[in-house]
């Protein structure tokens, strides 16, 4: 496969713009001079554009796994109590976290299925956790869990709401301060589609009062917050090629218009699964959940990652394969960040030519055709 020159469709690390890229090709700059601190001054604001808040935010040089990690690790104690909804790898990944620190309650729901709520809202009131932890959009099936009511059932129990924004915050409408989150986190490879490396954190004062504190010396979320918010600085030496590129994606997140960017990832999406239906192929989430970011699809006629990498090296798309229960089992296609409708054609377009080599039957042009008609009716340009 050629890196400079292929159609990256994977659901992130996203295409990146080269507006982004250049950013990091500035010389050095000195992570304490006036001209720096600016720079995060003014990314507050984009970044409290971004979470729809009003609340304290920062950015920590580490993946969004490790932003979820500071976040748990400063807020609970090991008599704690959380629950966790966990029907996908990533809801998985944030209860292994939670008990690292706390007695964690996994509430477990099959993957790609619409969740039981009524029994998760049972289990929290049995429980009374000190917090409620989700992942907003489960990425490894393609499934976009009810913030929106995970956030009633927490408040309603008197819980900190945890909310495991990585591949929802920038493609989905998360409106934080509406919902009542406590804690945010998003990846920067993913929806705002910076380079992998930084996780943007969103935290409310209720939050910082019923913290236990730092169990690490560099993951101490209030230090991170007090610098950032109070002195536009950040405690110890930043990823600074990174804090760039990121303040350049933000950047083009405003430009784009917040709303805009999130109609566009439900279009590009929406278009995908009309030409997933048209061909005949199966998608792996139940259609109400199906996510606006990624597109998960069972691999036909039981090819597994054969199909995928065929697409890949013979076509020059790279698509996402499944993980863990789901290895081998399905193809995923990123429509987050600033992926176009131009990269949507071309991959449908080779996803036909490798069906009808493997031998599968189709009218072709019908997934093209179907694309092209969605997005013409739902796609402004």
């Known amino acids: 496969m050629d890196l400079y020159d292929n159609t990256f469709v994977v659901p ?7 507006r982004v890229l250049r950013a990091m090709s500035v010389p050095a700059m000195g992570h304490r001079s006036k001209e720096y601190k ?5 990314m507050t604001g984009l970044l409290q554009y971004l979470f729809q ?12 796994t490790a932003g979820v990690d500071m976040v748990l690790s400063n807020l ?48 929290v009131e049995k429980e009374k956790p000190k917090a409620v932890l989700f992942c907003h959009n489960e990425t490894s099936v393609g499934l976009t869990n009810n913030a929106e009511l995970v956030s009633k059932i927490a408040k309603e129990n008197d819980a900190i709401f945890v909310l495991d924004g990585i591949t929802a915050i920038g493609g989905l409408d998360v409106p934080c301060d509406k919902w009542g989150v406590d804690a945010a986190i998003f990846g920067s490879q993913k929806c705002v589609a910076a ?8 935290i ?18 209030k230090k991170h917050i007090d610098q950032w918010m109070t002195k536009d600085d950040t405690p110890y030496t930043s990823a600074i090629p990174l804090f760039l590129a990121m303040y350049e994606a933000l950047k083009m997140v405003k430009e784009d218009g917040l709303e805009n960017r999130i109609k566009r990832n439900a279009a590009l999406a929406g ?13 792996y989430t139940d259609k109400a959940w199906r996510s606006n970011t990624v597109v998960a699809i069972r691999n036909p006629m039981g090819k597994g990652d054969e199909f995928r990498n065929m697409i890949r090296d013979k076509y020059g798309v790279v698509l996402a394969g499944g993980q863990s229960e789901v290895k081998g089992k399905i193809w995923r296609i990123g429509t987050m ?16 030519m490798a069906l009808k080599e493997i031998g599968y039957t189709f009218e072709p042009g019908a997934g093209l055709g179907a694309l092209s008609k969605y997005l013409s009716a739902n796609l402004k340009l």
Request: proline residues 5%; contains cysteine.
């Open 12 to 18: 992130g690390p996203v295409k990146i713009h080269p």
């Open 38 to 42: 600016g720079m995060i001054h003014e």
């Open 53 to 64: 808040s009003k609340n304290d935010v920062c950015l920590v040089s580490g993946s969004g």
């Open 76 to 123: 609970l104690a090991k008599d704690d109590k959380t629950v966790v909804l966990d029907n996908g790898k990533f809801g998985e990944r944030v209860g292994e976290m939670a008990k690292m620190y706390c007695n964690a309650i996994l509430y477990k729901q099959p993957w790609g299925k619409a969740p039981d709520m009524e029994g998760f809202a049972r289990l």
């Open 195 to 202: 380079p992998s490396g930084l996780a943007g954190i969103c």
């Open 204 to 221: 409310s004062k209720k939050f910082m009062e019923k913290a236990k504190g730092p169990r690490s010396y560099y993951l101490d979320l």
């Open 271 to 283: 278009g995908c699964y009309a030409a997933m239906e048209a061909l005949g192929l199966e998608g």
């Open 337 to 352: 960040g600033v992926v176009t409708h131009r990269e949507i054609f071309a991959t449908w377009g080779s996803v036909e």
